[in-house]
């Protein structure tokens, strides 16, 4: 079951409980809804303007008051008294922002299950929801929004019925996951991988690894804690945290696993006890991902037989591992998200998928590796070689790498996206595997929409 209900609504004097302001308007006002965006703003709403780096949000005052805002948290001189708007002057309105969230958060009784990691934690969040569906009122992070302004306006977005809210949370910088711990204060928590993300930042995995676990820190203390079995580094920490971590996986090393298992180029089922779990996705990576979920399920008491039904119905969130036809082309969409890890992940799917097809890669940028970054493309390169891809487009930060010793493969190399996206469609047949995969800001979304118009009408 979904959450239906719309959120409640927010009281002007909530508000200033919730941000430590003293005093009031005379007029007491109640709110619809939290937006960050003056462009989608609906009316009724508290405006949140928020600094950026090229812009402060407060500039756009007058266009939310025309699209309806009530009110407006803003930073404290940049009111402007003759709009109809009612101002909450705050040091920091990000600050701001989620000190309201976790005001709204500190008077729901719903349970709390977050999720990060490097890699899958949108995923695991959509099977979560799914599994958890068919016995509890569920509320999910739309989208990926994770972050220290999408998981607020999350939070403060959450219908009143909902009993159970799923929420992913991701990092970009150190202290950011304790923030967001801080606000979501979860019950549960899940942390499906660690691995080489946002280095830019972190430094080296360790630094990955002591950023998702202060999501585990944070916590309320009252639920359980879901890790991955990949790295094993991970579940060492999290046992070190909480002795009664549940480890997931597939290996020796885990708690939770299954009596059977099987993964193809777009199923995986496997047996736990009596119940048989099938999904329509494929790859080792992915059935992982629901043996994650599967763990997550059981602790919180969901029947096996519904969280089962929950998993079956699950898909693919956007261009997140979703396999694709176009036309004659059976393409793995995998455009949001790539680090060295989920990147050989997708490159053994690819190569299950229709043995004896020729096959081809679309190799985007994995961003934010800071050091790591050119030795990670190097590999990465190697082993799309190493895969037998008949058809390679090496663009962004693969423009470098070597791709030593390719006999049979085309290798094409741009650095035009739009001359690398034309070259790629002219040397296909129509008839290929084709992988698709690099970090969202890489915007491969644009190769898919040309094999859309190339492949799209052929049958």
Known sequence: MSATTQAPALRSGEIRSALGLRGGAPEERAYTGVSSDSRTLRPGELFVALGGERHDAADFLPQAAARGARGAIVRAGREEP?????????PDPLRALGDLAAAARRESAAAVVAITGSSGKTTVK?????????SRRVYRTEGNLNSQVGLPLTILRAPADADTWVLEVGASEPGEIGRLAEIARPDHVVITTIGAAHLEFFGDVAGVLREKMRLAHGASGRGVLVVGEEPGVLPTAARAYRPDAIVAGIGPGADFTPDAYATGPDRIEFRRRSERFVLGVGGEHHLRDALITAAVA????????????GLSRYEPLGMRGAIRRIGGLTVLA????????????????ARRLLPGRRRAAFAGSMLELGSEEARAHREIGDELLAAGFDVIAATGLFLDAPFDGAEAPLIIREEDPAAAIAAFGDALRGDEVVLVKGSRGARLERVIDELEARFGGRA
């Open 334 to 349: 995998d455009c949001h998200n790539a680090n060295p890890d989920s990147f050989r992940a997708a490159i053994v799917q």
């Open 298 to 309: 059981e602790a919180l008491e969901v029947p096996a037989a519904a969280a089962a039904r």
């Open 82 to 90: 003759g709009l109809p708007l009612e101002y909450f002057a705050v």
């Open 126 to 134: 959509e099977m979560l929801a799914c599994a958890l569906s068919e």
